[in-house]
């Protein structure tokens, strides 16, 4: 079991930024890859991949939309993974969630399916 905690969402203008965290604990944290997902408000709106990182190797991977925007990093000794978000946009409005995926971070999955464990989310709403 893995528990998962986010916090550090809030209400920001377009071209802003904020720092999202990830408390992970639990038995095995470091053998989890981290993964943050989002979903944004309206019908029919999927929870989509944004960025994973693996607390072992450390190698992160993007989604297309948020490269050179956010950055995903970890702090081993506070088993904290960190998401910083660059030059919001609206779009970018959703509730953000983080995910635990069992596995050394030789591959890092996007498919939300293969996510084990996830926190409650925080909500992140940039205005225009």
């Known amino acids: 079991q893995v528990q998962l905690v986010e916090s550090g969402g809030g209400l920001v203008q377009a071209g802003g930024s904020l720092r999202l965290s990830c408390v992970a604990s639990?038995?095995?944290?470091?053998?989890?890859?981290i993964g943050w997902f989002r979903q944004a408000p309206g019908p029919g709106k999927e929870r989509e991949f944004v960025?994973?990182?693996?607390?072992?190797?450390?190698?992160?991977y993007y989604a297309d939309p948020v490269k050179g925007r956010f950055t995903i990093s970890k702090d081993n000794a506070k088993n904290t993974v960190y998401l910083q978000m660059n030059s919001l946009k609206p779009e970018d409005t959703a509730v953000y969630y983080c995910a635990a995926d069992y596995g050394d971070g030789s591959i890092l999955r996007v498919d939300r399916s293969a996510y084990d464990f996830w926190g409650q989310g925080t909500q992140v709403t940039v205005s225009s």
């Open positions: 960025a994973a990182i693996s607390w072992s190797i450390g190698r992160p």
């Open positions: 639990g038995r095995s944290v470091s053998r989890y890859v």
